[in-house]
């Protein structure tokens, strides 16, 4: 009973936020964050290609100001974001597919689609069981008769333990599968050996493209959002970009930020190898009992360890703000993830 209500005010908690942005300001008076990547910035087109390495200009003020970006990354596979959530889709013959079903985001896929084809959406593919990702899939069902919805056996078993009230998938990838056809594409499914960001996530290759999608592990043009995406932890996140790295592919679908390449790999590998040498040094420099301020008046031995933790965050953020400061979000997700990277380098030694 109390878990049921539990859930249920969460529910209402998330649906009343709606993932949205406060109205912006004028598109004139923002500044965009410099690129991580010396990244080559076109204007954003619906019909002329990306070469590999390029990137959408003034994707923020885009973001903002917008109903949605819509770009064209190779012959069939298009590049979507609204409101800072992004995906791609495929265009058939016959069909499209999409990958994912982002919340709160249906009509404005549906226009996008619309946009550059009168093909239907014929399939949706869920990358992983996170509602910000999957929860318009009623609305695109709704929309769509008869449209295939695709997940691996792991999305699967996870919306089932869960009891997800999401519609479930159609089609299941089965377990020793190693991907999809659509059409003519085949569509790899590169199961990830770490759950440092979901307990069902995989890498989505569309082969033949040039293209992967794989949301929430690297936001191409930014530094690692805050707590790296939602992780439970810093343990095995590192495996994620090795894996990812590891695949073939030319323009990266990150569920959020810009569109990636090879580049946003290196910057990540670097700004990783930074964060854990910052954090290395608090740990030995921020005594423990930092950030406690009257121990005298204490009846509990818990403000140690989150007051010593936040020091942490603070000193490894001071430390590689004249970096990276400048960057995307960066004070808004450096101390958090230090405190994730200080937890894990202070549990495994
Ligand atoms: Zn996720």
């Known amino acids: 009973m109390s878990r049921i209500l539990t859930m249920t005010s969460a529910?209402?908690?998330?649906?009343?936020?709606?993932?949205?942005?406060?109205?912006?300001?004028?598109?004139?008076?923002?500044?965009?964050?410099?690129?991580?990547?010396?990244?080559?910035?076109?204007?954003?087109?619906?019909?002329?290609?990306?070469?590999?390495?390029?990137?959408?200009?003034?994707?923020?003020?885009?973001?903002?100001?917008?109903?949605?970006?819509?770009?064209?990354?190779?012959?069939?596979?298009?590049?979507?974001?609204?409101?800072?959530?992004?995906?791609?889709?495929?265009?058939?013959?016959e069909g499209v597919l999409v990958f994912d079903a982002l919340e709160g985001r249906s009509a404005a896929v549906e226009a996008?689609?619309?946009?550059?084809?009168?093909?239907?959406?014929?399939?949706?593919?869920?990358?992983?069981?996170?509602?910000?990702?999957?929860?318009?899939?009623?609305?695109?069902?709704?929309?769509?008769?008869?449209?295939?919805?695709?997940?691996?056996?792991a999305t699967v078993d996870l919306m089932d333990r869960l009891g997800s009230k999401l519609p479930r998938p159609t089609e299941v990838i089965a377990a020793d599968a190693d991907g999809f056809a659509f059409e003519d594409l085949t569509v790899r499914v590169a199961a990830f050996g770490s759950d440092a960001h979901a307990h069902d996530h995989a890498?989505?290759?569309?082969?033949?493209?040039?293209?992967?999608?794989?949301?929430?592990?690297?936001?191409?043009?930014?530094?690692?959002?805050?707590?790296?995406?939602?992780?439970?932890?810093?343990?095995?996140?590192?495996?994620?970009?090795?894996?990812?790295?590891?695949?073939?592919?030319?323009?990266?679908?990150?569920?959020?930020?810009?569109?990636?390449?090879?580049d946003d790999v290196a910057f990540y590998r670097q700004y990783l190898d930074d964060l854990e040498a910052a954090v290395g040094e608090a740990l030995g420099n921020v005594p423990w009992g930092a950030g406690v301020e009257d121990p005298a008046s204490l009846n509990a031995h818990t403000a140690y360890l989150s007051g010593w933790i936040a020091e942490i965050g603070k000193y490894a953020t001071d430390k590689l703000r004249p970096e990276y400061g400048e960057y995307y979000g960066f004070e808004y997700s450096a101390p958090k993830n230090a405190e994730l990277v200080g937890m894990y380098l202070f549990s495994y030694r």
């Open 11 to 93: 529910f209402a908690l998330v649906a009343s936020l709606g993932l949205a942005l406060a109205a912006p300001a004028a598109a004139q008076d923002i500044s965009e964050a410099p690129s991580t990547v010396g990244a080559t910035y076109v204007a954003e087109s619906a019909t002329e290609a990306l070469a590999p390495g390029e990137k959408i200009e003034k994707l923020f003020t885009k973001n903002v100001t917008q109903d949605y970006v819509l770009q064209r990354l190779t012959d069939r596979v298009y590049f979507f974001q609204r409101q800072f959530y992004g995906t791609i889709f495929y265009v058939g013959d």
């Open 203 to 262: 890498a989505y290759v569309l082969e033949g493209t040039g293209v992967v999608h794989v949301p929430d592990v690297i936001n191409p043009d930014q530094p690692p959002f805050w707590s790296f995406a939602g992780a439970e932890g810093y343990l095995g996140y590192r495996d994620l970009i090795d894996q990812i790295d590891a695949l073939e592919w030319d323009y990266l679908s990150g569920g959020h930020g810009n569109v990636g390449s090879r």
């Open 112 to 153: 996008a689609i619309d946009a550059v084809t009168d093909l239907p959406i014929t399939a949706i593919l869920y990358s992983h069981d996170h509602a910000d990702h999957i929860a318009g899939a009623a609305e695109l069902i709704e929309a769509n008769p008869g449209v295939r919805v695709i997940a691996t056996q």
